[in-house]
Each structure stands twice: as structure tokens, then as C-alpha cells.
């Protein structure tokens, strides 16, 4: 089940919130946990046993790292549970990939392959691994106490907002909330106005954007249009965004209706003037624990120049390698982190003197540049795109070839739906503070007014736009 | 701000999302109206313990709940109406008919642009082949006293391709494209084929200044149409048939609003409101005879497509032809009137007992459908009948 489907929204969710709030509070908790787990057995009953097992292993391995004397052996318990979840991970997210890269060498060396039934990925499981990961290093560091019961870490896991995809939420972050946390109107409201906002971005932006972009990617690539290419990446470019972002909004908003508050994911990554800042806007959540559990172990930036560009690749790499087990993610993480170890090198201070419109549009553009290798099956794939991208005498093809012709590619609501979500997304910070929009709850009575009425326009809308995906009728019937 | 409001907005809330789950249960309350179009709505999910196990249940039960969702049918027509009112185009599905939006609310199919632009891809020898099947068709059917008669419809595209949107032409002028039927219509004539040929008959009517001849909302030959059409079709059979058809009693047109297959294009947009442009558009209003007894009325077997409907429809009120069938795209067999499917399949049919029923043989069919050689109706016969 996704939060942007009809069924969750009006028969999980109401349900969900009825008993949830009919609960007595101390039971509340019960009531998630159980929540959640419908939840995911729902979309995956397969891989339930997979959330639940784990979790118990972690939860397992955190209570045995509490009562371990001596740092050798805390070290040694951190060391086996950070190993067994990333095991898992390996196991269900990787090895696919591997065995057809052992293959692919087989092959090559003219030997037989190896015969292997290939694994289906569980839903989330790189985002509960990487929670799994931050509840057993802040037990070990003393960031956090350990959970108060199983019940409570496996809440912490696989609490449904944000269980899917994200954010990644780190224990010491809601293990007060998950203990008690407030209920009240507004921040009900709250969530319910962030909740809305997420579903519109998600249906009504990034749905459109991502069947355009889905249908110019299908195309022979070496032939492909100019205006077809440039169209296709920015709808990608946007799509991408506001689908994360969307489900982001929507995850933030279903926990203020339960009372949690996690931490923002995205904060207007594509105004960022360099592409450090970028990554300090872009899926958040991701970043810090990169930075906390990776980078800084690593070294950080402490032991020299050569030793902070290689961590800073070496990070991307990993975070490449995380979104995805293909060859295509690996070389996006390696770009992005080529190109902060650049800006390292040119001074990131000195970059973002540029003028805003620049430093904006430049590094929009390298970051949307790397959407194309991730978007792309491989890396010669992108190399075609990038090249079709001034193909300009291509140009008329997307007028005369009556396979791919314009009206036929891109709608007018696509281009409506591009010129929305790329205005949406170059709205700048002090805008939106300057109004009030970036605070949980409205600051005057108009805005609050607004916002009720634009969160029912997107509710409405993105409802409208779900159901009609469902009813795609012939004229009369054929046969 | 008031205490009250929020305590309000979140009771509405809860209320909203109790109010459309519980919709989805209650069909009998839907409003919105009837959705139009044809469509496979998902069946109710099968419960079991594989399809628990591996998901396909609960997949089932959300396309299922999506596709019935409380005010399901407004929300199809708002979203419907957003892309036409604000974007005057119909949202791009993945199948279903695809309507293109031309201004003055003119509606085409998707289907018959590409058709219109596209050059035939049938070799001579393939074209050749065809007129001569249906000559060999026509005369064996002869030889047993029943009448073929081959009525080609035309398409609103190459009749009114100055109501579509250029772009959508691909630079190309549908007049210079050679279609199959433009290259099989010679040959036809050569080989002695009896057809009616719809898109010349449209073209030379067009030309005196007949308008209406396909509403603006319809993608089939108007009503208004079918009526002359019907005309000359009686001149072409009557001459062949043991059983006339008598005339259609025409006692005057209907200039409110357009009706049936006139409207078709604009019914399956399921919009909320209706089009900006709702063009008047004559249909006739036929007196049925009854001077004719039911007995001595022709029988006429039907091979048609959804252009068929409507000539058999006109008939039928006009009480002008016997109970009959249709061999729908000549895949099914349906009773007529009323077009219920009936049981037995095509293959099945014993020619020369089923054929001797009939007064006569109507092969009708749009000219974009002509490369499918009726649907394999020619090629059954040829080889059924010595």
C-alpha cells in the first residue's frame, strides 16, 4: 500500500486514525505498532517476517550491548549487528546484482554461470536497515537509551509513516515521542495540511511529470528529438523531486496526526547556489546519517585535503550504491561526489559569492545532469541522451514523425503540470518565511483560511486524478 | 482563532474520510452519473491463502477499491473536466479511446489521425487479392440468391481534417496519403465489386455544402447522415431483394440536441458539464411503417463495426427489416434487435443453411479498418463457399 492510493486514504487511514484515537493513550502505541504492521504485511506479506525478525535481532543485540562489559565487546556486539543488517541488505538488495556481474565475468572468461533464482527486494528495507543501524550505534554511543520494550523499537522501525521511504528517522530523534508525545488539534491539522500538500505533489506534479518523462525514456534514445530530450530530463528533474518530497510531506504529516514530529527531508533543493548546499537540502535525512555514521567515522574533513575528497567520494559512492544495485546509481554517487570534492577544491565560499541566479542555475543544472545517469539504464545510455540533448537538428523530427509526434508525447497538462512544479521549486527560502508557510501552523487567519482550502483543493484534485487513472474507457465495446 | 474551528476541521476530516469509505460499499448511492465508454472493471478480490501470501489478493482488492471508491464517478468527471475546461484536452490514458480536442469543441479519435496520415502498407499484389476475394465472395453468394453488399464508412478525419489541430498531422496533408482503401477503390470497380463507397459519397456531399454529416461531437457518420445514406442503400439493394426495404418514414429533424452516436466522442469524456459548443445537429425523427407486414420485410445478415450500429438502428425504428444478427467485427454473433450476444461461435457457422436465410449480406466498415479485410469475413466465405 502506498499513502498516495485510494484505499489508504479512505479505508486504512480512517479506520487507522479511529482506533488510534479511540485508544486510550497508553495503548496508542499498541495501536501504531499493529497499524504498521498491517500496513506493510498489506503490500508485502511475504517480507513482514523479514521486518519483524531482524527487528528482533536488533533489539536483541542492543540489550545484550547495554549489559556487555568492556569496550572490546560492545565494539564486537556493534560490529555483529551493523554486519547482520547490512547482511540482510546485501542479501535481498545486491545480490542479484552481483551474481549477474559474476556472470557477466563467467561469460567473459568463457565459463558456465552461476544458477541463481533471482531475489525480490522488500519494501523499505534500505530505509528500516539504515533506522536499524542508527537505534544499535546510538545505543552504543550513549546517545540514546536503549528501547524501553520490543515493542517500542519495533514502533521506532517500522512505524508506517515513514516506513516505506523515509525519512530516515534516527532513534535518539523520537525515542522521547515514542515514550509520550502530544496530541492536540492543531498539530492534527497540522498534519493533515502537510499530509495533503505531500498527496498533491506526489499525484498532481510528480505523476504527470513521471509519465512523461516515462514515455520520452522509452524512446530510441539515439534518435530522440532535441526537444524531446531537454523536456524529458527536466520533467525527470522535477518528478524525482516532488515525488520524494511529496511522500516526505505526506510521511511528516500522517506522524503530526499521530502526534510525532520527524525531521524535514527536503528544504528547496534546487535553490541551492552550489551543489554542498544542495546536498545539505536534498533527502536530509539520508545526508546526516551519511555524515554521522559514515564521513565522520571515516575522517571527515580532519586529516587533510586528499583524505576529505576521497571520504566525500567515498560517501557518494556508498549513498550511489544505496538508492539502487545497478552500475547507473554507483556512477551518480560518483559524480556527485566528484563534484563536491571540486567544489571543495575551487572553495565553496568562493562559489556561493557568484550571484544567486547563477550559482541557482549552475548547479540546477549539474544536479539535473546526474539525474540522467541515474535515470538511464546504463552509462552509455546517458552519454546517447546527454548528446541528443543538442542534437538541434533534431529539432523538427518532433513535428513530422508521426510515431512520436508532440501532441502526442507531451500533453498540454504536462507542460502546465512542468511550468507548476518548476515554479513550486524555485521559490526561495525567504519567501516562504517571509509568509509564514514554513512553520507547522498558520500564522494568521488568512493563511490558516488558505490553507484549508488549498489542502481540500489537493485532496480533492489528487483524488480526482487517482480515480481517473481508474477509469480508462473504449467508446463501444470491440467484440 | 477559535477553540472551535479546529475541533470542527478535524471532525470534518474524520467525517470526510468515513464518509467516501463508506460510499465505496453503498453502490446505490453514487452520484455523478453513469460513467459512459466501455471498460473491464476489476472483479471483486478472491480471497485466498496463496493470493494473501504473494500479494495478488490485496493487489485485486485495491484495484478493485479504486476503481470503486465513494463519489467514484464525480471524481472521474472533475478530473476529466479540469484537463478539458482548463487545458482543453481529455487526460492521456494508457488505453481507452483517445479523444483529440480540436477548437470549437470539434472531437476526433486518436486513431483515425494516425490512419489518416499514415500511407498504406498493402502490396499490390495484396490489394489485387482483396478485390478479387470479394468479387469471388460476391458471386458465389449470388449463385445462392443472396445479395452482398460492401458499404465502406468514411472517416471523420479525411472528411474534416481542417477541424483538426495541424500538429497533429505531422506536417503531412492527409489528402496526399494514399489510404488502402484510396488504392483498393479502383480495383473494386475493375473486378465488378457492388459497393457503397462512403467516403467519396461524403467528399461529393461535402462538396454541395451538406454540413452535418458527422456531428461535431460523434466520431460515427451523424444520424443525419445515416438517413440519406439508408436512401441510397435501398436504391442499391432493392433491385437484388426478394423482400424490399420499405421506406424510412422521415417525418421531420430534431434540431435540439445531439443524440445517440451523435454524441459519443463527448459522452465517453464523462465531463461534468457539457461542451462550451454544443452544436445544433439535425437528427431525424423517423415515423415507423406499418403498412409493410413483418413477414415480408427483408432479412439482412450484418457484418459490421460500430459504424454498422447505427444504419441498423435507423432500421429498426423505422420498422424496416426483420429480426436478424450482426456478426460484430465478426467475432461474435449478436441478436437483432437489441444486439445481445448470442451463444455458438462463428467458426461454428454452417454457411450455405445460414446463409439461405438471409435476403442479403451488409459488410459494413469504416475505410481505416479496410486493411483487416473485414475481420477475415471475406476469406471464411471464400473458402466455406464453393
Known amino acids: 500500500m502506498v499513502f498516495s492510493s485510494l484505499i489508504f486514504i479512505y479505508a486504512f487511514l480512517p479506520v487507522f486514525l479511529t482506533l488510534y484515537y479511540w485508544a486510550p493513550p497508553k495503548a496508542r502505541n499498541g495501536v501504531a505498532l499493529l497499524g504498521s504492521l498491517v500496513f506493510y504485511t498489506w503490500g508485502e506479506p511475504r517480507f513482514a517476517g523479514i521486518l519483524v525478525l531482524s527487528g528482533l535481532f536488533g533489539y536483541g543485540l542492543s540489550r545484550l550491548l547495554v549489559r556487555a562489559r568492556g569496550q572490546a565487546a560492545r565494539r564486537t556486539l556493534l560490529g555483529l549487528g551493523v554486519t547482520g543488517h547490512l547482511a540482510v541488505l546485501a542479501y535481498f538488495k545486491y545480490s542479484n546484482f552481483f551474481v549477474d556481474q559474476l556472470n557477466g565475468a563467467l561469460a567473459w572468461l568463457a565459463q558456465g554461470s552461476v544458477v541463481w533464482t533471482a531475489v525480490a527486494l522488500p519494501l523499505g528495507i534500505s530505509f528500516f536497515t539504515f533506522q536499524k543501524i542508527s537505534y544499535l550505534v546510538d545505543v552504543y554511543r550513549g546517545t540514546s537509551p536503549p528501547a524501553r520494550s520490543v515493542f517500542d523499537y519495533l514502533l521506532y522501525v517500522a512505524l508506517f509513516p515513514q516506513l516505506i521511504a523515509g525519512p530516515i528517522i534516527r532513534y535518539h530523534d523520537v525515542a522521547a515521542q515514542i515514550a509520550a508525545r502530544e496530541h492536540n488539534h492543531d498539530r492534527f491539522l497540522s498534519g493533515v495540511w502537510r499530509f495533503s500538500l505531500g498527496l498533491g505533489r506526489k499525484v498532481l506534479l510528480a505523476n504527470p511529470l513521471g509519465a512523461a518523462a516515462d514515455r520520452i525514456f522509452a524512446q530510441d534514445l539515439s534518435t530522440l528529438p532535441v526537444p524531446y530530450a531537454w523536456i524529458g530530463l527536466l520533467c525527470y528533474a522535477f518528478q524525482i523531486y516532488h515525488d520524494f518530497a511529496g511522500y516526505s510531506d505526506m510521511a511528516i504529516g500522517l506522524g503530526r496526526m499521530m502526534g510525532f514530529e520527524f525531521a524535514e527531508n527536503f528544504n528547496r533543493p534546487y535553490t541551492a547556489r552550489t551543489v554542498t548546499e544542495f546536498w545539505r537540502r536534498w533527502h536530509m535525512s539520508l545526508s546526516s546519517f551519511m555524515r554521522d555514521y559514515l564521513y565522520i567515522p571515516l575522517g571527515g574533513n580532519r586529516a587533510g585535503p586528499a583524505r576529505t575528497g576521497f571520504n566525500l567520494w567515498f560517501v557518494f559512492l556508498v549513498s550511489g550504491f544505496w538508492h539502487g544495485a545497478s552500475w547507473s546509481f554507483v556512477f551518480w554517487g560518483a559524480y556527485h561526489g566528484t563534484l563536491l570534492t571540486l567544489e571543495r577544491l575551487i572553495g565553496v565560499a568562493r562559489l556561493e559569492r557568484l550571484p544567486a541566479f547563477i550559482g541557482v542555475a549552475l548547479t540546477f543544472s549539474l544536479v539535473t545532469l546526474g539525474w540522467l545517469i541515474f535515470r538511464t539504464e546504463t552509462l552509455p545510455d546517458a552519454l546517447v541522451y546527454l548528446s541528443r540533448l543538442t542534437a538541434w537538428d533534431s529539432w523538427s523530427a518532433a513535428w513530422t514523425n508521426p510515431a512520436l509526434l508532440w501532441p502526442d508525447v507531451i500533453s498540454r497538462r504536462t507542460l502546465a503540470v512542468l511550468a507548476l512544479a518548476a515554479g513550486f521549486s524555485f521559490i526561495t527560502e525567504p519567501w516562504w518565511r517571509r509568509h509564514g508557510w514554513d512553520e507547522a501552523l498558520p500564522v494568521t487567519r488568512g493563511q490558516a483560511a488558505l490553507r484549508v482550502g488549498f489542502a481540500a483543493l489537493c485532496l480533492l484534485l489528487a483524488c480526482a486524478s487517482l480515480a481517473g487513472q481508474s477509469y480508462n474507457p473504449f467508446i463501444y465495446f470491440r467484440f | ?386
Open chain 2, 1 to 386: 482563532m477559535s477553540r472551535r474551528l479546529p475541533v470542527l476541521l478535524t471532525c470534518g476530516f474524520f467525517g470526510w474520510l468515513w464518509l467516501i469509505g463508506i460510499l465505496t460499499f453503498l453502490p446505490g448511492l453514487q452520484i455523478g452519473g453513469a460513467l459512459r465508454g466501455v471498460i473491464e472493471k476489476p472483479a471483486a478480490p478472491a480471497w485466498s491463502l496463496q493470493g494473501v501470501l504473494d500479494g495478488s489478493s490485496f493487489r485485486a482488492a485495491e484495484n478493485w477499491f479504486s476503481s470503486h471508491v465513494g463519489l467514484h464517478n464525480l471524481w472521474v468527471r472533475l478530473d476529466n473536466q479540469v484537463s478539458y475546461t482548463l487545458l482543453r484536452e481529455s487526460p492521456v490514458r494508457e488505453t481507452g479511446t483517445r479523444v483529440v480536442v480540436s477548437p470549437g469543441d470539434w472531437l476526433f479519435e486518436h486513431v483515425y489521425i494516425t490512419a489518416a496520415i499514415t500511407p498504406s502498407k498493402l502490396s499490390a499484389d495484396e490489394l489485387a487479392d482483396m478485390a478479387a476475394r470479394i468479387q469471388r465472395v460476391q458471386t458465389k453468394l449470388e449463385r445462392r440468391g443472396t445479395r452482398l453488399l460492401l458499404v465502406v464508412a468514411p472517416s471523420k478525419v479525411e472528411l474534416y481534417p481542417e477541424h483538426v489541430p495541424p500538429a497533429h498531422f505531422a506536417g503531412r496533408d492527409p489528402a496526399a496519403i494514399l489510404t488502402s482503401y484510396e488504392r483498393l477503390r479502383p480495383l473494386l470497380h475493375e473486378a465488378g465489386v457492388e459497393f457503397y463507397d462512403g467516403p467519396e459519397r461524403f467528399a461529393a456531399w461535402k462538396a454541395a455544402g451538406h454540413g452535418s454529416l458527422f456531428a461535431r461531437t460523434g466520431t460515427h457518420w451523424s444520424y443525419y447522415a445515416i438517413y440519406h445514406v439508408l436512401e441510397e442503400l435501398r436504391e442499391k439493394l432493392n433491385p437484388h431483394l426478394r423482400r424490399p426495404l420499405p421506406g424510412l418514414g422521415l417525418t421531420s429533424l430534431d434540431y435540439e440536441q445531439p443524440q445517440r452516436t451523435d454524441t459519443d466522442l463527448h459522452r465517453v469524456l464523462n465531463l461534468l458539464l457539457p461542451p462550451f459548443h454544443e452544436p445544433i445537429q439535425p437528427f431525424p425523427v423517423i415515423q415507423a411503417q406499418d403498412e409493410v407486414p413483418a413477414e415480408d420485410l427483408p432479412r439482412l445478415l450484418w457484418v459490421n463495426d460500430s459504424f454498422g450500429l447505427g444504419l441498423i438502428d435507423t432500421l429498426y425504428r423505422a420498422n424496416a427489416m426483420q429480426p436478424t444478427h450482426s456478426l460484430y467485427y465478426f467475432q461474435n454473433i449478436y441478436s437483432l434487435p437489441g444486439l445481445h450476444r448470442q451463444d455458438g461461435a462463428i467458426t461454428d457457422i454452417e454457411w450455405e443453411s445460414y446463409l439461405a436465410e438471409f435476403d442479403a449480406v451488409v459488410v459494413v466498415l469504416t475505410e481505416i479498418a479496410l486493411e483487416q479485410q473485414a475481420w477475415g469475413f471475406f476469406e471464411a466465405l471464400d473458402t466455406a463457399l464453393d
